[in-house]
């Protein structure tokens, strides 16, 4: 019946979608809380165990992913291309930076035999090993999205280069955007969650 | 309007032939049909299952199954009803082929989404059926999935929760694809109380399915990772809390219980009307209702925990809360009830089901409400009485919609009539073989009959084989209904395209509609129920010709 | 159907003080770790986090200049969320 591309519903339905997201990670937060509200000092110890200069660091990368990405949407609405290509790309290294770090993170961990029932987590104290078990589910889950929202971008980034994506019809930009910035924003509330508790 | 131009003969997109003219379409009508074909096919296998349940029941000891099947069975007949038929059955088959008609425009928003859907729908029950017979079979755990059974249980759960997961993602996307159909499509002079109330009552699931399915996904999600990696988070052993698994899985399950009943209130607030032949009382007292339902069911997941030990203050909380909800779906009876007061009341089929569930629905609510108060239900928490209050809901309430929804919107759907006897006949039966089945269940469980049990004490007995008669009567009155349906194919009457007198948009379109829903731009009443220009009857247009 | 909204271009001036100001706060989130506040720990963290993903969704994800429909929904996920976990606490806080 009409033949305009509706970008604001097409924005809607993204967004939508990206509450269900966010609901999918609050289940896991309901946990989070009750569990902190049942070892606090347990949680703190917990998070004494974690890198907080790692955990700073990808904080940084994924803010300025989050930055770049936002930054190619103006570019391609301006129709500088080349300028909008750039952005992604260094988005997209950002996001293997992350991953990265996660990999090296998660191995120290697991080193020193801390993973889901491990000798020491089981034998321990179970509020330590509860906190555990919320990490590796959260970041886990977290890591999964940045995979996701890398996939998502490097379609975008072909589809600029192969042309379907313009300064006219850029909603799949637009909406892989809005998920890496899901991803950035479910990480804001990881990240003090988990290595900054006191 | 000819039978060539019919949504059947011209496919979307166009170009496609035969079989791969369904499987690829983007064409919400086709889409609903192809969920109305899965859909009944789960109804049938599920239904099938419960009269085998009922059979076994009907006397001590064993009758025609072992215990291990027994505990098999009602975990599957509850997993495929609740799943496969209630959730899906009315948003999915009668909101796609309605949803976009009734908000006078062709398509929903993301139709290769909605075929999508459809497709997580089939792989979902393809799952499903694959832990049937794969491994160590399908899981006992009952459609709960408590944990710590759950998890250290044999049986295929991690399958079955993954069906389950995949199921949830395609109620989700459809939730998904109608609220933005809802705000973007709608035609540009209908403005927000001029909606007919099936597609308000759409619109209000839609939210809680895009906004309470995600927790259930993470909760199986948690099952799953606990039975493989045993992560310990609802094991007492290592630190966990198994109560908040239930926490979570009825955040989602009780929304889900208003997933399954509004689209059926919606159905009914459509037929009213159009067989008292008056304009519904309070359209916006029906509409803020349904929102009121949608946000009040949100509330109130705990009350199904009285008894599992979680805190005093939240038993007196969660049951406060759940009286509320009682308010907006008194408001829905009530105009109901006041719709047909002085109306020019014409009976159909359709009318005779909705009365029907009206009826079945009150009985569901009021017992809701002693399940709802703490005291008396911790008396007959975990009994038959529970069976039976929730299948007056889900059953009398939606499956009766359904039935109600099938009968009314026939017509439209294939462009046939049916011979209105039989069904007639088909209901009568069902719902009084549905009385049968479980008034004697709600007093079964009054005396202290708990669910889910192979086997009863010998002062039981009555109880239960008069509950197993009712059954049969129940599932006798089903088939002839569907019989008769399914005849209406083989003495093809025409149905023309407004055989009830209804108003709103789809009976404004010929029957079947044609692929783009409206071949000119659709005329808006000022009010979708407004019945000052039909004057014809039913039995005119339709039953002499039948 | 409701009207197109014009989709608002940022500079990118606009979005490099956004990323000053996210730094900035994960700067103060991190220092402020290192303080005993006692009870006030966890409530600051958040804060904090509240308002970095405040700018994040404002500027990055254009919620400042969406129509109705998705900022009133947006409101009714963070308080079916809020819902969530607080109602989990009738329960887990006084058992």
Redesign the interface.
């Known amino acids: 019946m009409h033949s ?1 591309i ?3 519903g097409i ?2 339905g993204m ?2 979608f990206l ?1 269900s997201e ?2 999918l990670f ?2 896991l ?2 946990l989070y ?2 569990y ?3 070892y606090p000092e347990y949680f703190a110890d917990g998070g004494k165990e974690l890198n ?1 200069i790692i955990g ?1 660091a990808n ?2 990368v994924l ?2 992913s ?2 770049t ?3 190619s949407i ?1 570019a391609i ?2 129709n500088a291309k080349k300028k909008a290509v750039g952005f992604l790309l260094f988005s997209l290294l950002c996001g293997v930076i992350f991953l990265v770090n996660k990999y090296f993170e998660w191995g120290a961990k697991i080193h020193h035999d801390i993973y889901p029932n491990s000798e020491t987590l089981v034998n321990g104290e179970p509020g330590i090993s509860i906190f555990f078990s919320l990490y590796y589910v959260i970041t886990g889950l977290h890591g999964l999205h940045v995979i996701i929202g890398m996939v998502l971008l490097s379609v975008s980034l072909v589809c600029i280069l192969s042309g379907k994506v313009t300064a006219e019809r850029f909603s799949l930009l ?1 909406n892989s ?2 998920y890496w ?1 899901l991803v ?2 479910i990480w ?2 990881v ?3 988990f ?4 | 309007m000819t039978e060539t131009q019919s949504f059947y003969t011209i496919s979307a997109p166009p170009g496609m032939h035969g079989i791969k003219a369904w499987l690829l379409t983007h064409d919400h009508k086709r889409l609903g049909l192809m969920y109305l074909a899965a859909v009944l096919f789960w109804f049938f296998v599920a239904l099938f299952l419960g009269l085998m349940l009922r059979t076994e029941l009907m006397s001590q000891g064993k009758t025609i199954m072992e215990p291990e099947l027994y505990n098999s069975v009602f975990t599957l007949h509850g997993v495929i009803m609740v799943f496969l038929f209630v959730i899906p059955a009315i948003p999915a088959i009668f909101g796609n082929f309605l949803l976009p008609i009734q908000l006078g425009t062709d398509d929903v928003f993301f139709p290769r989404l909605n075929l999508f859907s459809w497709y997580l729908f089939m792989f979902g029950g393809l799952f499903a059926l694959i832990s049937l017979f794969w491994g160590e079979g399908f899981p006992d755990t009952g459609w709960t999935f408590y944990v710590p059974f759950s998890v250290e249980v044999d049986t295929n759960v991690g399958l079955t929760v993954t069906a389950a997961f995949i199921l949830g993602m395609s109620s989700m996307l459809t939730g998904l694809n109608f609220v933005t159909t809802f ?6 002079d209908m403005g927000l109380m001029q909606i007919p109330l099936f597609t308000w009552s759409l619109y209000a699931t839609a ?1 809680v399915q895009i ?1 309470a399915t995600p ?1 259930i996904s993470i909760t199986f999600v948690l099952v799953i990772l606990e039975r493989f990696l045993s992560i310990g988070l609802f094991d007492p052993d290592k630190g966990g ?1 198994p ?2 698994y239930q ?1 979570l899985f009825w ?1 989602y399950s009780h929304p889900a219980v208003y997933i399954m009943i509004l689209p059926g209130m919606g159905v009914i607030s459509e037929i009213i009307p159009v067989f008292s032949r008056k304009s519904i009382f309070g359209y916006k007292a029906i509409v803020w209702s349904s929102m009121g339902i949608a946000v009040a069911g ?2 109130v ?2 009350h199904h925990m009285y008894t599992s030990g ?5 038993v007196f ?2 049951s406060l809360l759940t009286f509320l909800v009682a308010i907006p779906s008194a408001v829905k009876v009530f105009s109901w009830v006041a719709t047909m007061y002085k109306g020019s009341i014409e009976m159909t089929p359709p009318l005779l089901l909705s009365l029907i569930f009206i009826y079945l629905f009150s009985v569901g609510g009021l017992t809701g409400l002693v399940l709802g108060a703490v005291g008396p239900d911790i008396h007959v928490h975990d009994t038959h009485f529970v069976v039976s209050h929730f299948h007056f809901v889900m059953f009398g309430g939606t499956g009766f919609a359904f039935f109600a929804a099938l009968h009314f919107w026939w017509p439209k759907m294939f462009g046939i009539m049916y011979k209105f006897k039989y069904a007639y006949v088909g209901s009568i039966l069902a719902g009084i073989g549905f009385l049968f089945h479980y008034v004697p269940m709600l007093i079964l469980g009054m005396q202290g009959m708990p669910r889910r049990y192979y086997d009863y004490l010998p002062q039981y007995e009555t109880g239960n084989f008069l509950a197993g008669i009712g059954a049969y009567i129940m599932c006798l009155g089903i088939v002839i209904m569907f019989v008769n349906l399914a005849l209406s194919f083989r003495k093809r009457v025409v149905a023309p395209a407004d055989p009830w007198g209804g108003t709103t948009l789809e009976w404004k379109v010929p029957s079947p509609p044609p692929v783009h829903n409206f071949i000119e731009d659709p005329i808006l009443p000022d009010f979708p129920y407004d019945f000052s220009g039909i004057t014809d009857s039913v039995t005119e247009n339709t039953d002499e010709r039948v | ?2 009207k ?2 014009e ?1 608002h ?4 001036k606009k ?2 003080m ?2 000053a100001t ?2 900035v706060l ?1 700067g103060i ?2 220092g402020v ?1 290192y303080v ?2 006692g009870f006030f ?2 409530p600051v ?2 804060a ?2 509240c308002i ?2 405040t700018f ?2 404002l ?3 254009h919620l400042k200049y ?2 109705p ?2 900022y009133l ?2 409101i ?3 308080t ?2 809020i ?3 607080g ?9």
């Open positions: 305009q509706d970008k604001t924005r809607i967004w939508l509450y966010i609901i609050g289940g937060f309901v809380a009750a902190f509200h049942r907080r700073s904080t940084l803010l300025i989050s930055f990405v936002a930054a103006t609405q301006r637009d955007g809005l910035h950035d924003l804001i509330f990240f003090p969650l290595y900054l508790v006191l | 705000h973007r499509k709608r035609h540009k939210w906004l927790v809390d109560l908040l926490h955040m949100s509330l997941w705990a979680m805190s005093d203050v939240s909380i969660f | 159907m409701e197109q909204e989709h271009i940022l500079s990118y979005l490099a956004v990323l996210l730094v994960t989130t991190v770790s005993d506040l720990n966890v963290a958040l904090i986090a970095k993903v994040v969704l500027f990055f994800m969406e129509g429909v998705i929904s947006f009714s996920t963070v079916f969320l819902i969530m976990i109602f989990t606490f009738f329960d887990v806080a006084f058992r």
